[in-house]
């Protein structure tokens, strides 16, 4: 039986509040986990899919992810091909790919072209 205590309230909320901060930190501390190239690989999803909007992360990992499957299985160099395609998506994408989309479908939406 729980009690109503406000102190049991407080602690409850702490505990829910940190337990993520304490999953994140113990993951960071694993070196195998987390490393340079993953960091990167994380800035590189987001900036794919695009900074200004909330779907960007999930697309930009979807895309990379796609081009990290597909162009690994083919050659051990699939970092330097992915990054290659990658240059030349945020060339053409300036916003990214949702944010692309978007621009795309609000010209659509008035009717230009």
């Known amino acids: 039986r729980h009690s109503s205590s406000p ?17 994140i930190a113990s993951i960071r501390s694993c070196p195998t ?13 987001v900036l794919l899919g695009g900074l200004e909007t909330m779907a960007g992360s999930p697309v930009g990992a979807a895309v990379f992810t796609g081009l990290r499957e597909q162009i690994g299985s083919l050659t051990d160099y699939w970092r ?10 945020v060339i053409a994408f300036p916003r990214g790919i949702v944010g692309f989309i978007g621009a795309r479908a609000a010209r659509l939406a008035q009717g230009g072209r």
């Open 80 to 89: 330097a091909v992915v990054g290659a395609i990658i240059i030349a998506l």
């Open 33 to 45: 986990v987390m490393s340079v190239s993953r960091s990167i690989d994380a800035i590189v999803m």
């Open 7 to 23: 102190s049991w309230y407080r602690a409850n909320l702490r505990t829910r509040m940190f337990s993520p901060i304490r999953a």
